[in-house]
Nanobody, 122 residues
Framework: QVQLVESGGGAVQAGGSLRLSCAAS????????MAWFRQAPGKEREFVAV????????YYGDSVEGRFTISRDAAKKTVYLQMNSLEPEDTAVYYC???????????????WGRGTQVTVSS
């Protein structure tokens, strides 16, 4: 059983930055693919970014490409999401997810954190 714990959410003004963290209870990050999703009120959960087990592969959703960066610290078993140039449309609960395989849909992931709120004001 993989446990994921997110942190780092908060409130920020448009144009600002936040860094989210996701600590994973795994033997090694090489065993899992890690991703970030987000869900705004009244909307479906949306793919944000994914990083491969060895960290060499990353991919981003269209709405965050060029503004967000996913990275990992294997020693800390932690994955990060650096969010820059934040916009009010980025307001959502952000979830960390884990899987054995690369995927870009919610259904591809079988382990989820509880989420952390990000609020961007204009």
């Amino acid at each position: 059983q993989v446990q994921l714990v997110e942190s780092g959410g908060g409130a920020v003004q448009a144009g600002g930055s936040l860094r989210l963290s996701c600590a994973a209870s795994v033997r090694t990050l090489q065993d899992v693919v890690m991703a970030w999703f987000r869900q705004a009120p009244g909307k479906e959960r949306e793919f944000v970014a994914v990083i491969g087990g060895r960290g060499g592969y990353t991919y981003y959703g269209d709405s965050v490409e060029g503004r967000f960066t996913i990275s990992r610290d294997a020693a800390k078993k932690t994955v990060y999401l650096q969010m820059n140039s934040l916009e009010p449309e980025d307001t959502a609960v952000y979830y960390c997810a884990a899987s054995q395989y690369i995927g870009y849909k919610e259904s591809s992931y079988n382990y989820w954190g509880r989420g952390t709120q990000v609020t961007v004001s204009s």
